[in-house]
């Protein structure tokens, strides 16, 4: 699971336990200005990345247990899943940043919180 923070003006994702190893990634750092728009729940979450039509993947994706790292989907660029269990993800659409989308399982909170949060903080409100 991640943990999602909002430091200095970024959307900070940090990966917690064995998932570094699995997606190859510990940390994430995107600017709040480029976050475009952001979901609870999304539905792609519950469907693994290879038979979304991505083709290339720098990660892992156990069939029937969960993906964890970034994935390429010809046309539409690199995406990172960190996914177990899809009804505590949010999706993170992105701008100018190597990743256009970010779906990731939160942990220490619902996934509506999380995405209320992220969306309160690059409106510039207080979560």
Do not use: C, K, N
């Not at 190893?21 to 990345?49: F, G, K, N, S």
């Not at 979304?52 to 010809?74: E, I, K, N, V």
């Amino acid at each position: 699971m991640a943990r999602i923070l909002i430091e200095d003006g970024q959307l900070v994702v940090r990966l917690t336990g064995l998932e570094p190893l699995l997606a190859l990634r510990r940390t994430i750092r995107v600017p709040l200005a480029h976050v475009a728009a952001v979901m609870a729940r999304p539905p792609e979450a519950a469907v693994p990345p290879a038979r979304q039509g991505y083709t290339y993947r720098r990660g892992t994706s156990l069939p029937g247990l969960g993906s964890a790292g970034a994935f390429l989907r010809p046309g539409e660029g690199w995406s990172f899943f960190l996914v177990f269990d899809p009804a505590r993800t949010i999706a993170v659409d992105l701008v100018d940043e190597p990743y256009a989308r970010l779906v990731v399982q939160v942990g220490d909170e619902p996934p509506e919180a999380a995405a209320r949060r992220i969306e309160a903080a690059v409106s510039g409100r207080d979560p």
